[in-house]
């Protein structure tokens, strides 16, 4: 690019920022502010915790399906306003975004929508559970959030600073009453810089409305709300709120040095847009568990930048607080692990979430920020203990974080986070194997009598960890069990889920952290001599973590099935082989995965013919012929049916009472036979399991380069190879690794 070239790129540039600028309002006098306020009362007097709701609103939610029910998740959550914006949004990733805890999302948006209607955030939300359970996720994504809002017309902040223009004559300061003197609409607000000897912002960032008396400014917003036609009351912000000291002390002697005149006191206002960073600590601050107090106040009338101050303001004696809780101010402040703080080091909280005040040297500082804090529960349980809880008791609102026991959202950890860290190929599947290992630590046995339907406990208690792991997550119930036992499983599956997590000792407390898991996954990617990062390579690193025993849920005892998390290594192994398994039977070509429900559907259309006496209509000879009794016994020799015409006349019965509670649909042999679907699946496959032997072991005999193979059967796994390439995203070296590990368990000569 030209000089010419480049002189106009920075032309235009210039030109989009200073449309960009002012399109933001990033600069009002007084007034202007206070037609922003009457043209929309509601968004410009939030205080903090109606900005936070405001905020999860902005960007809306969404019904996500569990087995459980329908679960609602607010998209701030999913991070996807970072994709698209510019500027200090940029930098979101994918990655960060929370995995889950839909349950804690709707708490948390319960508790703020309790402090749009009780005026004030007035409670600390503590988030509790183990180490790794994404509590700082939580928070992290909430100030994104708040970053993002900040950036839009609908989330715009406004704080305001004190200007002092230096007089026309170039000496002192401008307290003359000339109205050449006040820049444009009667305020020093647009001054150009040049002519500013002074700048004295709201440390605390106040709202623009504490300027006016109380008296006034209630009667203003409650005639801007009426106008507007809002129920909600204002929060007590704005409401009753009063200036900081500092700027208290300024208003009260320009007060007195204009004898009284508000609007030439107004005139040394500029109202300024200022936008929430978690980098610069503006509106979102997260506080470590250091033992110091979160603000402080510092002496500025030394300051060389107000030297020049007329003597009604230089005789003051000026503070102003500082400090993490005067930095988050406008947003929200996040206490980091704070029950491992002593707790002298906040117990002024305690008075603070009380009153919205924290009591300083010099003044009390006002609080307008949600007020986030995480604990583990060792820490947790600790402080129950003290004598001190029952005091802050009524103060915090706990919101519990546990570890996830939904498999297919523990593996968006991995997904997100781990997968675009590692370089080379990572087989398919290898995330689902990690999560699954994962979930399965955490689960605890069903204990019959925590149910208060009977049968329901009988068969809950008797689910294997690898069916409770599939019942959580896909809803999917085990085929050994009988139509009626299929039903109330079914229909019990969030009572399952609410005994697990019924007691303090909860389900998702222990196990393996998600931390655990991406350690070793990495470590497995650490392997410079694979090609690929395979679920091999992990369930080998997976075993020598567990024969190390450095992590207390490893040393638990095992509970029948549970908590044998070795065992579960060779459990995940399985469930993997399965898997390659069934992508292999679907590559061959040999095997349509749907023949069998086509099978079943044909054998039922036949068995109701044979009842009825009636002929079946064959749609190759298009005549009407008698239904195949060898058909139907074959089936029944696969459903292990010793008394033909029971089974049959069971079998009918169940149709037609399905027929009743679902009219106007289809049958669905899933749902109603689960058990007898399953069992003609695998007799279907079982038929048919030499030649899909013959083909993985020829796959694995093509990627070796074995020039021997027939060539027929090279062509057929070559083609078969292809499929698991195309459509199931394997490469050459991920096939290889799953497709041997397959053959030597499953298929091995």
């Known amino acids: 690019m030209g000089e010419g070239g480049l002189k106009t790129a920075l032309e235009a540039i210039r030109g989009e920022v200073k449309a960009r600028f002012e399109a933001q ?34 960007f809306g939610s969404y019904e996500v399906e569990r087995p459980t029910g329908n679960l609602k998740r607010w998209k701030l959550f999913d991070l996807e306003f970072g994709r698209h914006n510019s500027g200090h949004q940029a930098e979101l990733r994918l990655r960060d975004r929370l995995a889950g805890h839909e349950p804690a999302q709707e708490a948390f ?295 996830l026991l939904d498999v297919q959202r523990e593996r968006e950890i991995y997904d997100g986070q781990i997968i675009p860290q590692i370089p080379k190929h990572v087989a398919p599947h290898t995330t689902y194997v990690a999560a699954l290992w994962a979930v399965l630590t955490r689960l605890r046995k069903p204990d019959a009598s925590w149910f208060a339907d009977s049968d329901l406990g009988t068969i809950a208690a008797s689910l294997t960890p690898l069916e ?18 299929a039903k109330i499983l079914a229909g019990g599956i969030a009572e399952v889920e609410l005994q697990g997590t019924a007691s303090s000792d909860y389900e998702g407390i222990n196990g393996a952290s998600p931390r655990e898991i991406r350690m070793l996954l990495l470590d497995a990617a650490a392997n410079f001599e694979e090609p690929c990062v395979s679920p091999v390579t992990f369930l080998n690193r997976l075993a020598e973590f567990c024969a190390r025993d450095d992590y207390e849920f490893l040393k638990e005892q095992p509970d029948g099935a549970y908590r044998d998390h070795r065992s579960f290594v060779d459990v995940v192994k399985e469930r993997w082989l399965d898997i390659v398994e069934g992508e292999l039977r679907a590559a061959s070509g040999l095997i349509d995965e749907h023949s069998h429900l086509g099978l079943f559907d044909r054998y ?16 190759v000879t298009g005549q009407d012929e008698d239904p195949d009794v060898d058909l139907m016994k074959s089936v029944e020799g696969k459903l292990g049916a010793d008394d033909a015409q029971a089974f049959r ?53 093509v990627l070796e380069e074995d020039d021997t193979l027939d060539a027929d059967l090279r062509e057929a796994a070559q083609q078969a190879l292809q499929v698991l390439i195309g459509v199931y995203g394997y490469e050459r070296s991920s096939a290889k690794v799953a497709l041997g590990a397959l053959v030597d368990a499953r298929y091995h000569e």
Not at 30 to 57: I, S, W
Not at 604 to 619: A, L
Not at 665 to 682: G, M, N, S, T
Request: hydrophobic share 40%; glycine share 6%.
């Open 25 to 58: 309002k990033r600069v009002l006098s007084f007034r202007e502010y206070l037609e922003l306020v009457q043209d929309n009362p509601r968004r410009y007097t939030r205080d903090a915790g109606r900005y936070l709701k405001d905020c999860m609103d902005f």
């Open 109 to 403: 948006y319960r508790i703020l929508d309790g402090f749009e209607r009780e005026g004030r955030a007035n409670r600390l939300l503590l988030l509790h559970g183990p180490n790794g359970s994404a509590k700082s996720t939580f928070v992290a994504c909430l100030m994104r959030g708040l970053e993002a809002y900040s950036d839009t017309d609908d989330g715009a902040l406004y704080r305001f600073s004190w200007i002092f223009p230096r007089a026309r004559e170039g000496g002192g300061i401008g307290f003359t009453t000339e109205s050449d003197e006040l820049g444009q609409a009667e305020s020093f607000a647009h001054m150009p810089e040049d002519r500013i000897i002074a700048k004295l912002q709201s440390s605390v960032r106040e709202h623009p409305l504490l300027l006016l008396p109380r008296d006034v400014r209630q009667q203003l917003i409650a005639g801007a709300y009426e106008a507007a036609e809002l129920s909600e009351a204002a929060p007590d912000w704005v409401w009753t709120g009063q200036l900081g000291r500092k700027n208290q002390q300024i208003f009260q002697a320009l007060l007195t040095a204009y004898r009284g005149d508000l609007e030439r006191v107004l005139a040394h206002i500029q109202v300024e847009r200022f936008y929430i960073s978690r980098r610069y600590r503006v509106g979102a601050v997260t506080i470590g568990p250091q033992m110091s107090v979160d603000a402080s106040e510092r002496q500025i009338t030394a300051d060389r930048s107000i030297e020049s101050l007329p003597a009604s303001l230089s005789a003051l004696t000026l503070f102003e607080p500082y400090g993490e809780l005067v930095d988050a101010s406008g947003g929200i402040v996040e206490f980091s692990d704070l029950l491992k703080r002593p707790l002298e080091a906040w117990k002024y909280l305690l008075l603070a979430i009380e009153n919205g005040e924290v009591s300083l040297q010099m003044s009390n500082l006002p609080i307008n920020a949600v007020m986030v804090a995480s604990s583990n529960e060792l820490h947790l349980s600790a402080f129950r203990q003290h004598p001190e809880y029952n005091s802050f008791r009524g103060r915090i609102v706990r919101i519990r974080m546990s570890y």
């Open 604 to 619: 039922v259309t036949h068995v109701s013919h044979w009842v009825k006496k009636e002929r079946v209509f064959n749609p």
């Open 468 to 485: 409770k792991a599939d019942l959580l997550t896909d809803g999917l119930v085990p085929a050994r069990f009988d139509a009626d036992q």
């Open 649 to 701: 006349n069971e079998l009918l019965s169940a149709i037609a009472a399905w027929a009743i509670d679902h009219p106007e649909q289809d049958v669905d042999y899933k749902a109603l036979f689960p058990r007898y679907i399953e069992q003609v699946r695998q007799a279907y496959f079982d038929e048919r399991r030499g030649q899909i032997g013959e083909i993985g072991r020829a796959i694995v005999s």
